[in-house]
T-cell receptor
C-alpha cells in the first residue's frame, strides 16, 4: 500500500507563473489536507477537502490560491501568479475519516525566483 | 493563536544521551501528537497521547502529558545519530467541519556520533 504521493518533489517558478502541486492520498483515504511550511517554521494548515468538496479553507490566502479534489485523480493545489513569498514546502496529508491520524506525503518544495 | 510552542528550539547531544523536548499548548485537547521530520523530508507520525493518558511509551520514546499545565514532553532515550531531526508537537483542532493539526515551530535535535 503506497503512502501519500506528491509531485513534483521540487518545483521552480518565476514570479508571475502558475504552480500546480499534486497529491495522491493513500488508497482508501478520501480526506485530504494541505499544509505549508516556511523555512524554520512548523506546518500551517491551509485547506481540507473531501472528494469533490472543499470542507475548510480557512488557512488559504484569499487570492491566487485554490484547491480541488476531483472524483477521479489527485488533489491539486494551484497557485496563480506566484510571488517570492510563496516559496515554501507544501505538504499533503490524508486520512480515512476526519479525526483519524493524518499520513503525510514527502512534500513539494516550491522555489520562486 | 492556538499554536503550541516547543522548547528548546535547538538541542545538541552526544550519542547515547537522552533528549527531552517540551511542548506547551493553549486550548483544551482531545489528544496531542508528536511528529518527526528529517531534513528536507516529510513528517513521520511518532506517537499520539490522549487527554486521559499521562504517559505513553513506544520503543525508545516516552511521551508525558500534563493537562493541568497544558504541556507535554517527548523523551528519546539512548539517542542515536539517526535520531537527528526536527520534532513537532501537533494539536488537533476541530473547526469548520474539519479536524486540522496545529503545529508548533519544532525542536531541532542534533545527535553527535
Amino acid at each position: 500500500n503506497a503512502g501519500v504521493m506528491q509531485n513534483p518533489r521540487h518545483l521552480v517558478r518565476r514570479r508571475g507563473q502558475e504552480a500546480r502541486l499534486r497529491c495522491s492520498p493513500m488508497k482508501g483515504h478520501s480526506h485530504v489536507y494541505w499544509y505549508r511550511q516556511l523555512p524554520e517554521e512548523g506546518l500551517k494548515f491551509m485547506v481540507y477537502l473531501q472528494k469533490e468538496n472543499i470542507i475548510d479553507e480557512s488557512g488559504m490566502p484569499k487570492e491566487r490560491f485554490s484547491a480541488e479534489f476531483p472524483k477521479e485523480g489527485p488533489s491539486i493545489l494551484r497557485i496563480q501568479q506566484v510571488v517570492r513569498g510563496d516559496s515554501a514546502a507544501y505538504f499533503c496529508a490524508s486520512s480515512p475519516y476526519s479525526g483519524q491520524e493524518q499520513f503525510f506525503g514527502p512534500g513539494t518544495r516550491l522555489t520562486v525566483l | 493563536s492556538q499554536q503550541g510552542e516547543e522548547d528548546p528550539q535547538a538541542l545538541s547531544i552526544q550519542e547515547g544521551e537522552n533528549a527531552t523536548m517540551n511542548c506547551s499548548y493553549k486550548t483544551s485537547i482531545n489528544n496531542l501528537q508528536w511528529y518527526r521530520q528529517n531534513s528536507g523530508r516529510g513528517l513521520v507520525h511518532l506517537i499520539l497521547i490522549r487527554s486521559n493518558e499521562r504517559e505513553k511509551h513506544s520503543g525508545r520514546l516516552r511521551v508525558t502529558l500534563d493537562t493541568s499545565k497544558k504541556s507535554s514532553s517527548l523523551l528519546i532515550t539512548a539517542s542515536r545519530a539517526a535520531d537527528t531531526a526536527s520534532y513537532f508537537c501537533a494539536q488537533p483542532i476541530t473547526q469548520g467541519g474539519s479536524e486540522k493539526l496545529v503545529f508548533g515551530k519544532g525542536t531541532k535535535l542534533t545527535v553527535n556520533p
